[in-house]
């Protein structure tokens, strides 16, 4: 079993920025593929970005050049940069690990990721 533990969330006004991290209790997942996703009210759970040990990394369009999915190895500690930040970016944003170290084919499959974390909210204001 792993640990997953956001924190960095809060409230910003569009335009600024946070710095989400997640700590992982597992050397192991730590290394394997990790993904952020969100969740706004009344809708589905989406994803973000997505990275393996190999840096693969990927987004999702909405957040290309203005989101960064980075890991600190020493700390066990994935991170997700969020600058720009837009009212349609507030939500519950959540980071998971699966139990393969590859991302590929589908790296934004909910279905595929195995352990969550609790989330962290983020609100942004116009």
């Known amino acids: 079993q792993v640990h997953l533990a956001e924190s960095g969330g809060g409230s910003v006004q569009a335009g600024g920025s946070l710095r989400l991290s997640c700590v992982v209790s597992?050397?192991?997942?730590?290394?394997?593929?990790m993904a952020w996703f969100r969740q706004a009210p009344g809708k589905e759970r989406e994803a973000v970005g997505a990275?393996?040990?190999?840096?693969?990394?990927v987004y999702v369009d909405s957040v290309k050049g203005r989101f960064t999915v980075s890991k600190d190895n020493n700390k066990n500690v994935l991170y997700l940069q969020m600058n720009s930040l837009e009212p349609e970016d507030t939500a519950m944003y959540y980071c998971?690990?699966?139990?393969?170290?590859?991302?590929?084919?589908?790296?934004?499959?909910?279905?595929?990721?195995?352990?969550w974390g609790q989330g962290t909210q983020v609100t942004v204001s116009s």
């Open positions: 998971a690990a699966r139990k393969t170290w590859y991302c590929g084919p589908s790296p934004f499959s909910l279905d595929d990721y195995d352990f």
């Open positions: 597992s050397d192991v997942y730590f290394n394997h593929c």
């Open positions: 990275r393996d040990s190999s840096d693969f990394i």
